[in-house]
């Protein structure tokens, strides 16, 4: 029974749906729910962590529940995205008196770009660092329902080899405010992306621009998609699609800003930068977070030990910890000021 209590991320993917199929102050329930309820409960709950022994982590890598648990986010995160875009052409086709107000149409973008997020990006993550075609494929099928390919490239060839580096686009500076953060990292990790792929390709002697290139093609297929949201509901659907990608790709790029702030491994005098260990990344054992993110907040682990399923990340004791939660930590970033009075004293 315990790959089941997974299945408390469709608790907030529920309040999303309220968004989307109701109206007046209702559409913006699910931002509510996730930004405000959430971290409320975590902090009232506190951290939850318990010690498991090798065994037991070894019958979890191989239940194949926990796996089904995130195949079964696919069909939801698609399903969702369509009746999201159908709600939009509904919108366009309405009555005056009848179509959604400004605020109502934001609250719905909102509500969808936090499932593009926690669901699109957050379960490719997950996906995207495992071996099996069949789940890569699927880690792509998601980041393409967040216009967010590029991040299977670069997170998993880039990031993780030059994390908390200065050369790494997702390791966030000491003192810089997340806004400033956004536009580097989304800027950066999409330039870093191409890079990537065309040393990839030269050392195995294609051209650049061939097909081969995977961020050629994946620049094709979001086209191709965008073309195809285009006939279905026209410009207006395209732009709200759009719209709540780049929300998901804000809050990727928060979590990103939360989970390696201010943290730089030291250069040594060959040249190369420390081993990655549990202290380059920041911590959160708050079981809300945990659940609803796949274990994502036992970040430390993750970098330490980049092939483990996420079932089975522990709580490095080393690693420098969170005051809360992934939601709440997400919330206090924006208020940036506070975000330095808080975090900087900790990295200090």
């Given at each position: 029974m315990k790959p089941l209590k997974y299945l408390f991320t469709f608790v907030p993917a529920a309040a999303i749906w309220v968004s989307l199929t109701q109206n007046g102050w209702l559409t913006w329930f699910?931002?509510?729910?996730?930004?405000?309820?959430?971290?409320?409960?975590?902090?009232?709950?506190g951290v939850k962590q318990a010690k498991i022994n090798e065994d037991e982590l070894e019958l979890r890598a191989k239940d194949p529940l926990y796996d089904w648990i995130?195949?079964?986010?696919?069909?939801?995160?698609?399903f969702t995205l369509a009746y999201?875009?159908?709600t939009m052409k509904l919108n366009v086709h309405a009555s005056p008196e009848d179509q959604l107000s400004t605020s109502e149409i934001l609250g719905?973008?909102?509500?969808?770009?936090?499932?593009?997020g926690s669901f699109g990006i957050n379960v490719a993550h997950e996906l995207g660092h495992r071996t099996n075609k069949m789940e890569q494929f699927l880690a792509k099928a998601l980041l393409l329902s967040s216009l967010y390919m590029h991040f299977f490239i670069e997170h998993n060839r880039g990031h993780h080899k030059s994390v908390a580096t200065p050369e790494d686009p997702s390791t966030a500076r000491f003192n810089e405010p997340v806004q400033i953060f956004w536009i580097r990292s989304m800027f950066q990790t999409w330039v870093s992306a191409w890079h990537l792929e065309f040393d990839r390709l030269q050392r195995n002697g294609f051209s650049r621009f061939s097909l081969r290139n995977e961020m050629l093609q994946f620049q094709l297929i979001q086209l191709a998609f965008l073309v195809v949201v285009y006939f279905f509901g026209g410009y207006f659907v395209v732009l709200a699609v759009w719209a709540a990608a780049l929300v998901g790709a804000i809050l990727l790029e928060t979590i990103n800003y939360i989970e390696h702030y201010g943290l730089m491994r030291k250069k040594l005098e060959s040249g190369y930068y420390e081993r990655v260990e549990h202290h380059h990344s920041w911590n959160s054992d708050h079981l809300i977070g945990r659940l609803?993110?796949?274990?994502?907040?036992?970040?430390?682990?993750?970098h330490y030990k980049t092939n483990k399923k996420y079932q089975t990340l522990i709580?490095?004791?080393?690693?420098?910890?969170?005051?809360?939660?992934y939601p709440g930590m997400m919330v206090l970033s924006i208020i940036f000021p506070l975000w330095f009075w808080v975090m900087n004293e900790r990295i200090r």
């Open positions: 699910g931002t509510v729910f996730v930004f405000g309820f959430i971290p409320l409960l975590e902090w009232i709950l995130l195949y079964l986010v696919v069909p939801f995160q698609w999201f875009a159908y719905r973008i909102f509500a969808m770009g936090i499932l593009c609803i993110l796949f274990e994502l907040s036992r970040h430390s682990y993750h709580s490095a004791d080393d690693a420098p910890q969170m005051p809360t939660g």
